[in-house]
């Protein structure tokens, strides 16, 4: 996870995410977002941003037996959207100056203010447009259910099947 010493975690499988009591602040987006990145999004894509993180993070994709260094990628990515999601701007409405702004600008304003955040947050177009899907429930307002392949499931299992946190001395 996050490398927090918190006494509770998330943890995400191929079929549900699981959130523990205490876990951090913003735990449940960092596991959604390993659901989304993993499972739902187009392979091509999840495969560019992979190689992009990675050689941003110095790690080898090529090498890696164990998928030690592609779980680094992942976990990388799904922080970085906890930290976007935990400093997300809502469509609440907006002063400047103490001047209340119309609804429309205010949203505009807002989503604006999000995508330059995650633009900040991450360096990568394509990284920052998938986090404000996420937090905008692109995948939550459409259907993409038939996105989730047996390849895609066999692929998640592969990174993280034997996978386990340990937090304080016990195996979750």
């Not at 959207?81 to 429309?104: A, E, H, V």
Request: glycine fraction near 6%.
């Amino acid at each position: 996870m996050t490398g927090c010493n918190a006494s509770a975690i998330g943890r995400c499988s191929a079929d549900s995410i699981s959130i523990f009591e205490g876990a951090v602040r913003g735990t449940e987006f960092h596991e959604a977002f390993h659901r989304i990145f993993e499972l739902v999004i187009d392979d091509t894509l999840r495969n560019t941003i992979y190689k992009q993180i990675a050689k941003r993070l110095g790690v080898d994709l090529n090498n890696d037996p164990k998928y030690k260094n592609a779980r680094e990628v992942a976990e990388w990515v799904a922080d970085k959207f906890m930290d976007y999601s935990n400093n997300y701007y809502t469509d609440k409405d907006r002063n400047i100056f103490g001047i209340k702004l119309p609804k429309l600008i205010s949203k505009a304003f807002n989503r604006i203010s999000n995508f330059i955040n995650a633009m900040r947050l991450v360096g990568n177009f394509r990284l920052a447009n998938l986090y404000v899907k996420a937090r905008n429930g692109y995948w939550s307002k459409h259907s993409h259910i038939d996105k989730i392949t047996k390849d895609k499931i066999d692929r998640f299992n592969k990174l993280y099947k034997n996978l386990y946190y340990e937090v304080n001395g016990t195996k979750l």
